[in-house]
Every structure is written in C-alpha cells, then in structure tokens.
C-alpha cells in the first residue's frame, strides 16, 4: 500500500534545520518527498504493509521524536501514473536494490 503523509513545521527553524539530516537519512530509500518550497513543512510518499506500518514508520522519524510537527495527516494513496499510451504504471519494492521501481505496461 501507498502512504502519503503530509506535515506542517512547528516554527522552530534553527531545531528543524539541526534535524533535516536525520530526518533525510531516515527516509533515505524509504520513500520520495521533499519539503515544501517554503520550508514550512514537507510531503512524503511510502510504501507499507499496512496503516500500522505507516504508523510505526512515522513515528520513527526524527522530526516526530523530536517534536517538530506542527501536526500531520497521514492518508492511504491510489497513485496513478500514465504513459503516452495511457497504460497505467505502478511501483514495486525491490527488494535486491532496497528502493522502488516504476513498472509500466
């Protein structure tokens, strides 16, 4: 299952900054997302077994433990992605390369 999870920042820009390198190093191979162009929170697509997972993947983030959250929401995601053609695409764990791999037809 695909997990989007969305997060505003507390503003504490000094704290945030001293965290982004855990909090990128975590997520590292784990999911894609960024921040938002403002700096003021991020956006993180990831895949889990289960809403649980995603919970407990979340908790583990840097910014959470060090309660850096303004707040968050956390949502179940159908993405769909589209060749030329029109043919769906999806995306499967590797799980020889730890990462996730487009797979068109």
């Known amino acids: 299952m695909r997990f989007v999870h969305v997060y505003p920042m507390k503003p504490e820009p000094d704290r945030v900054r001293a965290v982004a390198p855990r909090h990128a190093a975590y997520w590292h191979g784990l999911g894609l997302g960024g ?4 700096r003021s929170g991020g956006l993180i697509s990831f895949e889990a077994d289960s809403r649980e ?7 583990a983030d840097p ?5 850096l959250l303004a707040s968050s929401s956390t949502e179940r995601w159908l993405a769909v992605s589209r060749r030329r ?9 590797a799980p020889d ?3 996730l791999v487009r797979v068109i037809r």
Not at 35 to 38: I, L, T, V, W
Not at 53 to 59: C, D, F, G, N, Y
Not at 63 to 67: S, T
């Open 53 to 59: 997972e995603a919970e407990r993947l979340i908790a």
């Open 63 to 67: 910014f959470v433990r060090e309660e």
């Open 35 to 38: 921040p938002f162009d403002d």
């Open 97 to 99: 390369l730890g990462v």
């Open 85 to 93: 053609t029109g043919a769906p695409a999806t995306w499967r764990r």
